[in-house]
């Protein structure tokens, strides 16, 4: 019994080895790095050399920083405007989908909706920027065409949350609707002949059967969602944002970034991203109760 259980699992766990081999160097190991956090960092030092114990200076000094209210406020901002943004048009999305009739316009439209999620935000930052140039961009010469001053999206604190919002939707909304578009596939088709027996509109069936038939599963995206929820996305503003909308566009990684890369204080910028690791693990752990709770899903 032993060993038809081992010859026939043995292969399958052995399959599990470079990828938990990854996960261990990738994401185990680098904890260590988690000790910087509480030290004056000095490289030349080494990780584990004789540096300076400060405790949790580093977060007293990041809390005393002006900024860092408002960049905590940016990144919940931009990031609560990305996920309610992203539900919506995907859920709308996939029952528009769900209501095309001939198939193979069905596969194209998808198709064609997919194809960004796979583009880099380096290519779409240089998109973007092109597009809506106040110069040159094709958006601005419509603007002017109107009879409007141009408009410098990228360069104004009022317009450059929505930028990354509209932009971070227009990426991804066909990719995210597949889940969407799935849950619908899953409903029982008796449903709509009999209201289609008893006079229900395409709308009426639409709200009637589609959404509560997906309930479930917007519920737990929703939830889950609350993961993310201080991760506003670093490559795209990171290739978007410039010192003029930091007001608007700064959040905690570009931050992060500034502090530990560019003004080489190594200490604050740990600190900083461990506490944002901590409460995003705290968010995660909560969202997958609620999820196990509202929507009965479990991991295992």
Known sequence: MFKSFVKREAPLHLMLIPG?????????LPMAGIVIAFQDFIPAKGLFGNQKWVGIENFIYVADL??????????L??????IVSNLLVQIAVALI???LLFARFKKFVQTIIYMPHFLSWIIISGMLVDILSPSGGIVNRLIVALGFEPIFFLGSNAWFPYILVLSEVWKGFGFGSIIFLAAITGID??????????????????????????????????VLSLGSILNAGFDQVFNLYSPIVYDSGDIIDTMVYRMGVLDAQFGVATAVGLFQSLVSFILISIAYYLAYRLADYRIF
């Open 20 to 28: 938990l081999a990854l996960v261990v160097i990738f994401s185990y």
């Open 189 to 222: 088709p008796q449903l709509y002949e009999a209201a289609r027996v008893d006079g229900a509109s395409r709308l009426r069936q639409i709200w009637h059967i589609t959404l509560p038939g997906i309930r479930m599963i917007i519920v737990l995206m929703c």
């Open 97 to 99: 989908l769900n209501e």
């Open 66 to 75: 002006p900024s860092t209210m408002k960049v905590v406020m940016n990144t």
């Open 77 to 82: 901002q931009i990031a609560i405007m990305k």
